[in-house]
């Protein structure tokens, strides 16, 4: 069993300003995000320019920390929010909801289509690929924060993890770093190699993120404010994961029967 590595939470101070590992884990996600969108948009068969990629991840940026922190609120925190109001603001702490800030991420895409003469949908597609970037850099954040934690094993692995209670538990913050950060990237990566249909590429990373999140759960402690929200086995996280999985099924189909290539 290999104890959880003491990792100090602040990568460095700057004065009174401390820099935590948590918000750098972001920020590599957005830089990451940038550097693979601009190198996208060389592509002959994409009608993008390198202006528009800085812009959409700024509306995209928006969208993740507001959605984010807001959706972790109404989802899973309410009663903290209730007693302590400001603590919305306390990002550094960990907190953030996967499926709050892909709503906002929506309201942001769809703002920046409207001034930018793209569908919903062609920015989507576009900057889907990008997405498992952040996640996985997130994922590595809650790791450092300490967070997450992993359900016991019924038989100890090599790997098990000692969160401090001599426990031997799944690392299920690495489990979905490495499935929706690293796996989803390299099939979204290989699936937009080339022109696909319409909404196609946004229905393969609400199918294969669902699906993922929905079976990492079983490995990863409930929220304790939570617990299992039915049947003493689904958790949050697999409850707004299921419409995802619904909807990249449908706009999948919807896509391949159209079949309307647009860069």
Not at 12 to 34: E, I, N, R, T
Not at 112 to 119: A, L, Q, Y
Not at 136 to 160: D, Q, S, V
């Amino acid at each position: 069993m290999i104890a959880y590595p003491d990792i100090d939470p602040v990568a460095f101070s700057l004065g009174p300003l401390k820099v935590h590992w948590y918000g750098l884990m972001y920020l590599f996600g957005f830089a990451g995000a940038w550097f693979y969108g601009v190198q996208r948009c060389k592509r002959e068969d994409v009608n993008w320019t390198r202006k528009q990629v800085e812009d959409v991840i700024f509306y995209g940026a928006l969208g993740v920390i507001l959605g984010g922190r807001i959706g972790y609120t109404l989802f899973y925190n309410f009663s903290g929010f209730a007693e302590n109001p400001l603590s919305i603001f306390y990002i550094w702490q960990g907190g953030m909801s996967f499926h709050g800030g892909m709503l906002g991420v929506f309201i942001g895409l769809y703002l920046f289509g409207r001034h930018n003469g793209k569908t919903f949908f062609q920015v989507s597609d576009f900057i889907a690929p990008w997405v498992p970037i952040g996640l996985g850099a997130g994922r590595l954040g809650n790791f450092i924060n300490h967070e997450l934690w992993g359900r016991p094993m019924e038989t100890a692995l090599p790997w098990a993890l000692d969160y401090g209670d001599h426990i031997a538990r799944h690392p299920s913050s690495l489990y979905q770093a490495f499935t929706e950060g690293l796996l989803l990237f390299l099939i979204l990566w290989w699936y937009s190699s080339k022109p696909r249909p319409l909404m196609a590429v946004s229905a393969v990373f609400m199918f294969c993120y669902g699906s993922f999140r929905f079976i990492t759960e079983f490995f990863r402690t409930p929220d304790s404010q939570l617990g299992f929200i039915a049947f003493d086995w689904l958790t949050m996280g697999q409850l707004l994961s299921l419409p995802m999985i619904a909807f990249g099924v449908i706009v999948y189909w919807l896509a391949v029967k159209n079949n309307k290539v647009i860069g």
